[in-house]
């Protein structure tokens, strides 16, 4: 079992930016990719960005190539998604997930665990 706890999300303005902080703990032993997914008032969730394990991969979607970066805290079992330059079009719930492989996926199913989500609203 993996228990993922996000924090950092908030209010900002356009053009701002915001760190997002994903903690796991539990079964360590374990080799875990890890990703954040969104889910915007009344969309679907979306793949943001991914890690594999270790940090050796990684995917950016599309929409964030240019503005987000994601990195892995292998020490401190934590995971960041730095937001710079955020739109009104970020505003979403953020979930942090985590899958027992290595290597990263982009649909929600392939993820096990999930944390309880954290609330980023980009204002106009």
């Known amino acids: 079992q993996v228990h993922l706890v996000e924090s950092g999300g908030g209010l900002v303005q356009t053009g701002g930016s915001l760190r997002l902080s994903c903690s796991a703990s539990?079964?360590?032993?374990?080799?875990?990719?890890m990703a954040w997914f969104r889910r915007a008032p009344g969309k679907e969730r979306e793949p943001v960005a991914g890690?594999?394990?270790?940090?050796?991969?990684?995917y950016l979607a599309e929409p964030v190539q240019d503005r987000f970066t994601i990195s892995l805290d292998n020490d401190q079992n934590t995971m960041y998604l730095q937001m710079h330059s955020l739109k009104p079009e970020d505003t979403a719930v953020y979930y942090c997930v985590a899958r027992s492989s290595r290597n990263i996926a982009t649909t929600p199913g392939e993820y096990e665990y999930w944390g309880q989500g954290t609330q980023v609203t980009v204002s106009s």
């Open positions: 890690i594999g394990w270790g940090g050796a991969t990684k």
């Open positions: 539990g079964r360590s032993d374990s080799n875990h990719a």
